[in-house]
């Protein structure tokens, strides 16, 4: 077992892990697994595609990220590339585009339940029709909030690159009530 980790350290027969994202989290979350990558954000177009499901889109959104940092991977690369979305019924909530669609979409999402899906794919660059792709899905109940509130919590700047625009893992915490699911 120590043999293979000293082998992995060198980086025989390793191939270089490259994550198609800007997203802080994501970083952070590779960096605590103690992975070793590069970062090529992918510059796709996030929007739905004209009567996409919210599930479909997310995993499609997924798969074009990879596809677009493709060339930009060394070979025998692998590319791993995520998209989350909010959804409530079959309303797809992304980013927001600026601080008063940040507002407005949290002024719709407290006091409501909706879903968070999130669509991963893994690509090896030298093949890109291997992907591994899949999704997770949880329910979020989130509490009521004034509009002072969600107005100092969009000015703090937190929400600007988050679906939803929020962050559970930050201080948007303080909206959520429950979480069921991963």
């Known amino acids: 077992m120590h043999r293979a980790a000293s082998c992995l350290a060198?980086?025989?027969n390793v191939p270089r892990l490259v994550l198609a994202s800007e997203s802080p989290r994501r970083r952070r979350l590779l960096e605590e697994a103690g992975?070793?990558?590069d970062v090529v954000p992918s510059s796709i177009d996030e929007q739905p595609a004209p009567g996409e499901g919210p599930i479909a889109t997310a995993v499609r959104l997924a798969i074009e990220k990879a596809l677009a940092v493709?060339?930009?991977?060394?070979?025998?690369?692998?590319?791993l590339a995520a998209d989350t979305?909010?959804?409530?019924?079959?309303?797809?909530?992304?980013?927001?585009?600026?601080?008063?669609?940040?507002?407005r979409i949290l002024g719709e999402l407290v006091g409501r339940n909706h879903d968070v899906i999130t669509a991963?794919?893994?690509?090896?660059?030298s093949q890109p029709h291997a992907s591994t792709?899949?999704?997770c899905r949880s329910s979020v109940r989130m509490r009521e909030a004034s509009a002072g509130v969600i107005?100092?919590?969009?000015?703090?700047?937190?929400p600007m690159d988050k679906a939803g625009a929020y962050a559970a893992q930050g201080e948007g915490r303080r909206f959520v009530a429950a979480v069921l699911g991963p």
């Open 120 to 125: 991963w794919s893994l690509l090896p660059a």
């Open 151 to 158: 107005l100092a919590y969009v000015r703090d700047g937190e």
């Open 133 to 135: 792709t899949g999704f």
């Open 10 to 12: 060198l980086g025989t």
């Open 35 to 37: 992975y070793d990558f």
């Open 70 to 79: 493709a060339p930009a991977t060394p070979r025998g690369g692998v590319l």
């Open 85 to 103: 979305i909010v959804v409530v019924g079959e309303r797809i909530y992304g980013k927001p585009r600026d601080e008063e669609d940040a507002v």
